[in-house]
Structure formats: C-alpha cells, structure tokens
C-alpha cells in the first residue's frame, strides 16, 4: 500500500478528490478513541453514491482496505485507520433534501451533520428524535453505521428507529436502495436493519431518509439530588407514571465536579448530593411538578432539586450531563458503555460498586447514562503516575470481571457507543458463537473481499 501516491490515484481512481497531506492522514485516519495512531495511505473524498462504488470497485480489484468514514466522533475505534487503509471520507456528500411534509420525512446524504438535520426538521415545525453532545460534529452516516442512541432513546427510540429508507454500496460494489422510505414493507429480510450498526464492514452508507416526529413543544428539565443508586428504580417508575417522559439521565457528584472546573458552572444545587438525575418530560403545571416531588421525598428517593424555568434555564441544566464527556476527554479514560434490562439496574449497579472497590481502590470511576434506557457509562481515569499502557493493560483485566457481570444478567459490552477496536476483544460476552458465525457469513456475503473496515468490530 505504500505504493499509493499521487500517480496510482490518478490513474486508478480518476475524477475522486483525495489527500495524502500529513495533517489530513493525521485526522482523517483518527476518532475520538484516539486508540491507535493514525497512519492511512489516502483519504478520498466522492462526490456521490457511484464514486463510493468506484472506489469499492478499485478496492476489490486491487485488495485494498478501506475505511468509512463520518464525522469521527467515535468512542470505540471504528473509524480508525492505522494500517495504510484508505480512507472513504463521507463529508462531501452533505446534500439535506427539503423536508417531505405529506411522510414527515427527510432524505439527508451521509455526510450531513447530524445538527443540521435537527434545525431542517425544526425549520419544519417538526423534530428529529435522536440528540447527544457530538451532535455538531458527527454525521449522519456514522450515526447510522453505530445505531446511535444519546438522550431521547426512551421517547424516540435509537437512529434505527429512525430509518425510514437506505442508501448504501455494498462491499462488493452493489448498488442499494432499501426500503424506500415505506412505513409498512413486509416482504421478507430487511436489508435496512442489517446495514444499521454494521460499523461500516458490510457497505457504505450513503443516504437516508429519516422520520421526523411532531414538533414536542415547551419541555421542562428537573435535576433531582439523590443519595444512593437503590434510589434510581424506583424513582425512574415513579417519575414514568406521573410524566411524559423524554430523558431520564444519571451522573454522580464527581461528574459534576469535574463539569464545573471544565465549564465554569456554579454547583447545581445548594448541598451536594451523592447522584443526581436529570429528567426530561412535556411540560407540566407547577402543581403537578410539586405534587411529584414531595411525593418523591416522602418516599426517601429525593432529597432536592430545581425544575427549570424556561427554555434557555433547561439549557443550562443539561450542561450538567451533556459536558461530563468532553470534561474529562483530557485525561484519557478507560471507557465502558454498558447495558442491561431496566429491571436488572439494581443488581448491575451494585455488583459494579463491588467490583470497583475491590479492583480500581486507587482509580477514579465516574458513572454517568442514560439510566432510563439501562444504559450506563463507566469513566476510569488514568492516574497520572501510571503510563497509558499499564492503565489500559489493568483496566482491560477488571474487563473480563465487568463483562462476566454483563453476561450473567443478559446485557451488552457495547449499548451506543459501537464495538470498533475496542470492544471487539469482548464481543462473545454479548453475542453467541453462533451469533458470531452467522454475522461472519453475512459479512462474506456484503463484503466477499474482506475489504470494509477489517479488524472492526468482528
Ligand atoms: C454520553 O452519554 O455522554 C456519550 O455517550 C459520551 C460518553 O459516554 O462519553
Ligand atoms: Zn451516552
């Protein structure tokens, strides 16, 4: 591969846009994981769905790996290119159709930003259910490829609730148009689903059409102060029957100590609590909001809060949750992305608290998610006399425990934020060997040459 310059792009890929700029194969070749270093032969740049095949064409002949590529926001590493690959960048397929009032629909190309989606549907007096902090820099096309879900899962469901139709390359260069923006297609496989959270190893995806939702209206935000995880069941019960609900977020003080040094916010409340969660429903009346919460601290689940007071206060309230990531992305942590049924948070939670004490006594652990989905992030810090090596070396050890844990209650090692490089080592302790084997002969069948994104994910 590192035969690849100027000359063999022009001459085997001719009419594509590529880079081989150091700064460009620096970023283009990176995610946010920052796993591993970047080191791709070139990133190409099509303009449309048959230069996306082209480019899969030339791969194929010429047994090159390519990389798909969005706006690298990634957590796990699918989007690194670290061994001569090429990278296939997306981002100048950003063409964002106008709106389809009659299907409350939207067809978007890959590279468009998932932002952008959310003020088009707004402009249209509608709403695109799927939001989370990387909303200004991911792509629409990777958001597809990793199934993202974020903070509104509970109301919306994930992006593949979201995905009326699908545009894609396959890996052996087919042209494909799934399901057309239908509601109702019962005649046989969905392709569309198979396609969605393939982590880019059996096509590349390169437009959608996505349903928008009616427009929700005022919301309120209600940051609670809990003293111990026990409280997070029942509370999340309580609060689902006396409202409509649209996030239900946890975070522990920790989190928001290192929000407000990173941020410069006040503390939340008066008195720091243990955990607090940040709820989202349609808006209510202050009677109602009240009769909630005394009933919430009758019950010993909540000892304070605050419900926000307008739109721009709601605001603020979630900078609470939505900045923990990049508060603490300077210190590198070790992360995991867990899940399990809501009814199995309890026992999850405390057996990961035992866990911790016995393995991580000198580590700083912050636990924040989407607790209303049974999706919780697991944040280990480095501490700054451990090299990054024996850290990652000694966090992958309490992996085994952690995902022995998940295992024995059904859950998932990877919930939202993909398995790329760095979960794969752990994919049997959510899916089956046989699970495993069937999704490696789909992938033979998209993708015969093995060229998609090889070392990801399987
Ligand atoms: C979040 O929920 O904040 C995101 O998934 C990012 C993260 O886990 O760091
Ligand atoms: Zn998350």
Redesign the pocket.
């Known amino acids: 591969m590192s035969d690849i310059d100027k000359l063999w792009l022009h001459q085997h890929l001719p009419g594509i846009q590529a880079s081989q700029q150091a700064d460009d194969l620096a970023s283009y070749g990176s995610d946010w994981s920052r796993l591993r270093e970047p080191a791709p032969a070139a990133v190409l740049f099509p303009q449309h769905q048959e230069q996306v095949a082209q480019i899969i064409d030339c791969a194929n002949r010429e047994g090159l790996a390519l990389v798909p590529s969005g706006g690298r926001t990634g957590?796990s590493g699918g989007a690194i290119a670290a061994d001569g690959e090429l990278v296939l960048s997306l981002e100048r397929m950003r063409q964002l159709d106008p709106v389809n009032h009659a299907d409350a629909s939207v067809r978007v190309e890959a590279g468009v930003v998932t932002a952008s989606i959310q003020q088009q549907a707004e402009r249209a007096g509608l709403f695109y259910g799927v939001d989370?902090?990387?909303a200004g820099s991911s792509q629409i096309g990777g958001n597809i490829a990793t199934n993202a879900g974020?903070?509104r899962v509970l109301r919306y469901g994930l992006t593949r609730d979201q995905v009326l139709g699908l545009e894609a390359v396959s890996g052996k260069g087919e042209l494909l148009q799934l399901n057309h923006g239908l509601i109702k297609n019962a005649t046989g496989y969905d392709l569309r689903h198979l396609l969605i959270g393939s982590e880019g190893t059996l096509a590349v995806i390169t437009a959608a059409t996505l349903k928008l939702w009616p427009d929700p209206g005022e919301r309120q935000v209600l940051l609670l102060a809990v003293d111990g995880h026990q409280a997070l069941l029942p509370l999340f019960m309580a609060a689902r029957q006396a409202l409509r609900l649209s996030a239900f977020e946890f975070f522990t003080h920790d989190c928001v100590r290192h929000v407000c040094a990173h941020a410069g916010l006040p503390p939340p409340l008066e008195q720091a609590a243990g955990m607090y969660v940040l709820l989202e429903c349609d808006a209510v009346s202050d009677e109602q909001v009240a009769a909630l919460f005394e009933q919430l601290v009758e019950q010993q689940l909540v000892s304070d809060g605050v419900i926000s007071q307008s739109r721009q206060h709601a605001q603020q309230l979630w900078q609470y949750?939505?900045r923990?990531?990049e508060s603490i992305a300077a210190q590198r942590p070790y992360?995991n992305?867990i899940a399990v049924r809501i009814a199995a948070v309890p026992e999850l939670l405390q057996q990961l608290d035992e866990l911790i004490q016995r393995h991580y006594p000198a580590f700083e652990v912050l636990w924040?998610?989407?607790i209303g989905d049974g999706n919780i992030?697991m944040?280990v810090l480095k501490p700054d006399d451990l090299s990054p090596a024996a850290f990652k070396q000694q966090c992958e050890l309490v992996n085994e425990q952690v995902f022995d844990c998940i295992q024995r209650l059904a859950g998932s090692i990877s919930a939202?934020?993909g398995v790329g490089l760095l979960k794969q080592p752990w994919l049997q302790y959510s899916r089956t060997p046989v699970e495993i084997d069937i999704m490696r002969r789909i992938k033979s069948v998209l993708d015969p040459g093995g060229i998609l994104n090889p070392g990801k994910l399987l």
Request: no cysteine; glycine share 10%; charged share 25%.
């Open positions: 957590l989370f902090a990387a974020g903070i949750r939505e923990i990531s992360k992305d924040y998610g989407h992030h944040n939202e934020h």
